[in-house]
């Protein structure tokens, strides 16, 4: 089984290359975030033309969640629990919850697609919202584990997070200055792994990045981040054979500025039946 996530940034607008992409790449199942449609704008047809089942999460124009899938999804999630929300120029608990999560399982495997907070600016009351979103986040995973250790759960998506100074090659990223790179957010990350989950991209893909700017070329100078990973469970990262990122497609036209990520799975009781190359 192949499995990705992609920040499309506007399906509407990238449609034809998303579903030619995950044709040509026999992709079973793919996480997008920043859709950028509610539902009823989201176009459905070409996917299911492709033989895709789709479950989407959009509220406006902004941010919004989906999944395509050959297989058949159960159990859709709209937000994990405990999810906060965030209205700018408003405080306090119940604030509206923005469309940043859809959770599915698939198989038997629990899949999330994820669209992380920005944080805008360290001292911006998004950059605790983040902080908070991720914290809430990792305490679900870490419950959810713990009552269930043999899950094969996978958190995808644009995490806006560069963990490591390698993953950042964009010079406008200062410390100290700059989000996705302080010292509070990759804690934030770095403690998924205490909740039991794992970068399942990283030890067989070691090197690239997966965003670059549209501004001041970015991409052909390749300065760009590593901020979309998949992170999962012992028994999602057990059934991991391959990886890759597939830089190619922030080229073209009316490309996103990131590029899927893509694992291969050694599904048990799986039937392959992708034709064989030789």
């Known amino acids: 089984m192949r499995i990705a996530t992609w920040n499309v940034n506007s399906i509407r607008a990238r449609v034809d290359r998303t579903v030619d ?19 009823e704008q989201f176009p459905v047809q070409q996917f299911e033309d492709a033989g895709y089942e789709l479950a989407i999460h959009g509220l406006n124009q902004w941010n919004g969640v989906a999944f395509a899938s050959r297989h058949e ?7 994990f ?13 119940d604030q509206p919850l923005e469309a940043r999560a ?11 697609s994820l669209y992380v907070p920005n944080g805008r ?7 605790t919202y983040k902080l908070d979103w991720l914290a809430t986040l990792q305490r679900h995973v870490q419950a959810e584990l713990s009552a269930q250790p043999d899950l094969a759960l996978a958190l995808m998506g644009d995490w806006n997070v560069a963990p490591f100074d390698e993953d950042v090659g964009d010079p406008t990223l200062v410390p100290g200055v ?34 670059w700017d549209y501004k001041q ?8 981040l590593r901020i979309d990973f ?9 059934q991991v054979t391959d990886a890759s990122i597939h830089r190619n497609e922030r080229k073209g036209e009316v490309p996103s500025d990131h590029v899927p990520v893509v694992v291969d799975l050694d599904v048990e009781g799986e039937d392959d039946d992708r034709p064989m190359i030789f």
């Open 21 to 39: 992409w995950m044709v040509r790449e026999d992709i079973d199942v793919l996480a997008m975030q920043e859709i950028k449609c509610k539902p």
């Open 73 to 79: 999804m159960k159990d859709v999630a709209t937000a």
């Open 81 to 93: 629990p405990g999810m906060p929300g965030f209205l700018k120029g408003q405080e306090g608990p």
């Open 102 to 112: 859809l959770g599915v399982t698939v198989n038997d495997m629990r899949l999330w």
């Open 121 to 127: 600016a360290l001292e911006d009351p998004h950059y």
């Open 178 to 211: 700059s989000t996705h790179i302080s010292p509070p957010e990759r804690a934030a990350f770095e403690a998924f792994a205490a909740a039991g989950l794992s970068d399942v991209v990283r030890p067989l893909v070691p090197e690239g990045f997966t965003y």
């Open 217 to 224: 070329l970015r991409f052909p100078r390749n300065e760009g």
């Open 230 to 238: 998949i992170l999962g469970s012992r028994a999602f990262a057990d």
